[in-house]
């Protein structure tokens, strides 16, 4: 079975700081996808960025980049320049192949993530 | 235009009662699932339906019955509701296959139950 783990509850940054969020996973499958979803107070899930386990290149959207680590079964996001908006809840999360018609999405335990002004 | 929609966002009631929510997506997607997240903020999928069919159910009690009228709506019913349920339900769809894979999610329900 698919686990995903994040070993940090929480995680404390100064604003305009960096701060890296660790992941790991654990599968069998080949092919899969591997997403970061930001829930603030508002309990909104909303995708953080995404990545694709056959692309060797790390994903990268604005701020937000992540570090896959495909061997080692690792995926960790890392926040630059850090914002006030970005204190949340932070989700790793694995999907098997959309070949697949169930494309259950196994999420991680979740990192706290408040930014200090 | 809100692409994934549940109501109510709050919802309260008592032990033993039945109780419905609703979700619907506007995006065309194929697959739409229930989660449940916990009060720990722990999130694990209850339900999947492909194009209306019953695709995953998690080992969910069977007092928790959903129901898809077409592949635009899935709605969740809870029968004699518990204390233990109460928590955040998140409806959420996703395409079939393509370059647009992951979930989109609503905005979640809050169940409280007394």
């Known amino acids: 079975a698919q686990t995903v783990t994040q070993s940090q509850p929480e995680m404390s940054v100064q604003e305009a700081e960096t701060v890296t969020l660790s992941c790991t996973y654990d599968?069998?499958?080949?092919?899969?996808?591997l997403f970061w979803y930001k829930q603030p107070p508002s309990r909104q899930m909303i995708l953080v960025i995404r990545?694709?386990?056959?692309?060797?290149q790390n994903a990268t959207e604005n701020r937000f980049s992540v570090n896959f680590q495909k061997a080692a079964k690792s995926f960790s996001l890392k926040i630059s320049d850090s914002q006030l908006g970005d204190t949340a809840m932070y989700f790793c999360?694995?999907?098997?192949?959309?070949?697949?018609?169930?494309?259950?999405?196994?999420f991680g335990s979740g990192t706290r993530l408040l930014v200090r002004p | 235009d809100t692409a994934v929609s549940q109501t109510p966002k709050y919802l309260v009631t008592q032990m033993g009662n039945d109780k419905s929510i609703k979700c619907e997506q506007n995006?065309?997607?194929?697959?739409m699932y229930w989660y449940k997240q916990d009060s720990k903020k722990f999130l694990k999928i209850m339900f999947s339906?492909?194009?209306?069919?019953?695709?995953i159910n998690e080992t969910v009690p069977n007092r928790f019955s959903p129901k898809s009228p077409d592949k635009a709506h899935l709605n969740l019913h809870i029968n004699s509701l518990e204390l233990g349920d109460s928590a955040v339900y998140f409806c959420?769809?996703?395409?079939?296959?393509?370059?647009?894979?992951?979930?989109?999610f609503g905005s979640g329900t809050r169940l409280t139950v007394v």
């Open positions: 959420a769809s996703s395409p079939t296959g393509g370059d647009d894979y992951g979930y989109t």
């Open positions: 599968t069998s499958e080949n092919n899969y996808y």
């Open positions: 990545q694709e386990a056959y692309k060797q």
């Open positions: 999360a694995f999907m098997t192949s959309w070949m697949d018609s169930s494309y259950k999405l196994i």
């Open positions: 995006l065309g997607h194929d697959t």
């Open positions: 339906y492909n194009n209306k069919e019953l695709i």
